[in-house]
């Protein structure tokens, strides 16, 4: 068995010295980020630094295919929401084109998923809204991956796999670059991918921590380990339906927005929605009984 620490710091300088590459590559194909409208920074920022993430994911799923269950198709699944997003950095993309992707990757995880068929509808609902919910979080520097670091303890808890202390290393190297100063974004490619592969991840490996079969026992523990992208999203789609809008629409109504525009400091907003997301999967770690 590998072992945890020398996995954990072989990806974490992978990212770390890949990323300046990707910002590299970013700026020479003009995928960046132009300042304006919602967004908060004030200069243009390259927003390809998903792809250190992708590749490392790669490399880990080639080189070492037997670490994790489900890899195969949750390999496939985030190599496909990965180049949607990445394409959509590049050339924006219909909503639907990527809505299609997103639901086609989560049919394809869940579909071998040794669960009753109501749960894996909900994986499926699960894992196509966390897919998006990630990548509407990420509109401040450090959260997105922030999240999906602590989610990645979570796993790392509840399972011991490798995949975790991959995906815990391949997400810090990447935060250096992106936290405090964000030198370069995720993209929705980066973004959308770090939702995809943790709830894919858990989709496979909740039905061997899971005693209760109850649709609404799993419906909490999802919700739970979904954390603040899938409350900040359900809470974002309730108040535009309730005032009468598209809840597709985006606007500054995420937490993230209403919390930093209230006047809290950056980092006072970043530890508060960290801290709930902690309370969040603690809280699902109790009931799954660990």
């Not at 999802?222 to 789609?237: K, M, Y």
């Not at 006072?268 to 997301?277: E, G």
Request: hydrophobic share 50%.
């Amino acid at each position: 068995m590998t072992d945890p620490l020398l996995l954990f710091f072989a990806f974490f300088v992978w990212s770390l010295c890949v990323t300046p590459l990707s910002i590299k590559i970013s700026r020479q194909f003009r995928i960046i980020d132009e300042p304006g409208g919602r967004k908060t920074h004030s200069k243009v920022t390259p927003r390809g630094a998903g792809i250190v993430i992708w590749l490392g994911y790669m490399i880990f799923s080639l080189l070492l295919p037997g670490s994790g269950v489900g890899l195969g198709v949750i390999s496939t699944g985030a190599t496909a929401v990965f180049l949607s997003g990445y394409i959509d950095d590049m050339r924006p993309l219909p909503a639907s084109w990527k809505l299609a992707v997103h639901s086609i990757s989560a049919l394809l995880v869940v579909i071998f998923v040794p669960v009753s068929l109501p749960v894996k509808i909900l994986l499926f609902i699960w894992i196509t809204g966390a897919t998006s919910a990630y990548n509407l979080v990420d509109g401040m520097n450090g959260l997105s991956l922030s999240i999906f670091a602590l989610t990645s303890l979570a796993g790392l808890y509840l399972t011991g796999g490798s995949w975790w202390i991959v995906a815990l290393g391949l997400s810090t190297g990447v935060l250096l670059w992106n936290y405090p100063i964000a030198r370069t974004f995720l993209g929705d490619g980066g973004s959308t991918l770090l939702g995809f592969i943790c709830m894919s991840q858990f989709s496979w490996e909740l039905p061997g921590l899971l005693d209760e079969t109850s649709i609404f026992f799993w419906l909490l523990v999802t919700a739970l380990l979904g954390g603040i992208p899938v409350f900040d999203t359900v809470f974002s789609f309730i108040r535009r339906l309730a005032v009468g809008r598209s809840p597709f629409r985006p606007d500054r109504g995420h937490f993230h927005h209403i919390l930093c525009d209230s006047g809290m400091p950056s980092i006072l907003v970043l530890i508060s929605l960290l801290t709930a997301h902690s309370i969040f999967l603690a809280l699902a770690i109790t009931l799954i009984g660990h």
